[in-house]
């Protein structure tokens, strides 16, 4: 990656890094919203939300030391939300992955290119899926993952996350074609 | 990647319509960031009963060598001292007895240096008594045997001198008979 970009922030971080209360809330205020909303469509409660997102500021700003800027702040923030995120789950026993997720991967399926759709109703679509397969969506479509890094988060191979995010793409193209 | 995911992706900002309460939100960081860091969980290993034996038996275990390496070097300066009575009263005599023997015209100083090549064994033997002492033996029984060292060489060399005494004694009675 572009040193540039990885470097994105760099004078803030430093700032952070020695402490400085105004630079840590100019850090949160520009990212303070993307990581609310990533968490938001893991764990859907506010007050969970809210009480993740609070935590994972502090655990950010308490280990800033160790950032290299081998990633972006972002991309590292992120991470840190999106596991805080799914072991709030794992600790409600909330289902993050499908039931048969080891049973039926090993076909790989045909997809029919899928048409364009109005957001919104993806969003809503992805709402209507069954809880094991939302995860594997937002992390592959929205956060940008990939199915290593998936695997990684959820606990799962890459091969299954992989299987797994086919059905839900077509299951979510099939609820989202109802809507 | 089919179109259906590069729309999303490309698209990925409009998911991001929920709005958090940020000034909320800081003000609870803030407050966590105020507080002092928490110190480092320390666990009390003395709280498991079987270490509060160990630790006890170790303390014990340490005070004992304390005191006994105490009491040793307590007993090594009182058998040091003990040594050097023996020899300033032992070393007086044996150099008295052996003055009176080399005083005695009886015998001639062949005989006298013969006699009293007797002395260089027993002195290498009361060396081998005081390198015991120094090895840390039992002290009582090693100081006997330099006590007994020292008695032997005076005994012998005051026999020598009550026999030539006496045979002197005994000419001196022949003499006088042989006069009367």
Known sequence: ?179 | MDDFEKHIRENKALFDFHEADKSKIWKNIEARLDKPQPKPKVIRLINYPFLKVAAVFLIGLGLFFIANITTSNTEKSEVAQELIDIDMHYKGLLSYNVKLLNKNSSLTTEQKEEFLSFMDDLDVEYEALKKELLRGLDSEIVLEAIVANYKKRIELIENLLKQINSSEKNISNDKETYIL
Not at chain 1, 62 to 75: D, N, P, V
Not at chain 1, 138 to 148: A, K, Q, S, T, W
């Open chain 1, 1 to 179: 990656m572009d040193q540039n970009i990885l470097n994105t922030h760099k004078e803030l971080v430093e700032k952070c890094k020695l402490g400085d209360r105004i630079a840590q809330h100019k850090l949160y205020m520009l990212y303070i919203d993307a990581m609310y909303n990533v968490c938001k469509r893991i764990v859907k409660i506010d007050e969970d939300a809210e009480d993740i997102i609070q935590d994972c500021f502090i655990e950010a700003f308490g280990k800033l030391s160790s950032f290299r800027y081998e990633s972006t702040f972002g991309s590292w923030l992120k991470k840190i939300v999106i596991n805080k995120s799914i072991n709030h789950l794992k600790k409600r026993k909330i289902q993050i992955v499908p039931l048969n997720n080891e049973i039926y991967h090993l076909k790989e399926e045909t997809i029919e290119n899928s048409p364009k759709m109005d957001i919104k109703k993806v969003s809503k679509g992805i709402e209507l899926l069954p809880a094991g397969y939302q995860q594997i969506i937002n992390l592959y479509l929205i956060e940008g993952y990939d199915h290593v890094e998936i695997g990684e988060v959820l606990g799962i191979t890459a091969s299954t996350s992989k299987s797994q995010y086919h059905r839900a793409k077509k299951k979510l193209i099939e609820i989202i074609n109802r809507l």
